[in-house]
């Protein structure tokens, strides 16, 4: 129905599982990234940024949307990293992967954890001028999900399943 460079909009013909079919309006999508880093010290690298679509500025880990090129999302989650933090990380371990709004999309967040952090400079996009990046202890990185202060879902997954793993 529609395409753009972020997504596809699409109308199937699917057949449920009583067998009768029906119409299934949906969007697919490559997916995205979310990467909990955390230094020798314990400090988490996050962000703060204006959300255009939820219209708010909101706490996230660094994050970002898999390219069609991308040969795996470990790649999206190291150039997100560098780009928005200007952060090289050594060590990478793969989390597990979020599905996001089920009923309305196929799109699953793939969520790493990095250690082994070397700061540079970030390389921002037009649309990043206003992302702010801060270094915070673990635990007030998790009591920012707790409170409500950062509901983005693949954030919110990282940071209580590193916890839950004992990561942080």
Do not use: K
């Not at 060590?91 to 309305?104: K, P, V």
């Not at 990095?114 to 998790?142: C, I, K, M, N, Q």
């Amino acid at each position: 129905m529609f395409r753009s460079p972020w997504f596809d909009a699409r109308r199937d013909t699917a057949v449920r599982p009583d067998g009768s079919s029906g119409i299934y309006d949906h969007i697919v999508t490559t997916g995205s990234v979310t990467v909990l880093a955390v230094d020798d010290q314990g400090s988490v690298a996050v962000t703060r940024q204006w959300i255009y679509t939820h219209e708010n500025t909101q706490w996230r880990l660094p994050a970002g949307r898999i390219e069609a090129d991308d040969p795996g999302a470990e790649v999206t989650a190291r150039r997100e990293l560098l780009e928005e933090t200007g952060i090289s990380a050594r060590d990478w371990r793969h989390l597990g992967t979020i599905n996001c709004a089920d009923s309305f999309t196929n799109h699953r967040d793939h969520a790493f954890f990095a250690t082994g952090l070397r700061h540079g400079p970030s390389h921002l996009e037009p649309g990043e001028a206003d992302l702010e990046v801060r270094l915070l202890p673990f635990d007030r990185a998790l009591s920012l999900v707790i409170e409500g202060e950062m509901p983005h879902a693949g954030s919110a997954y990282a940071l209580l399943l590193a916890r839950t793993l004992g990561l942080g």
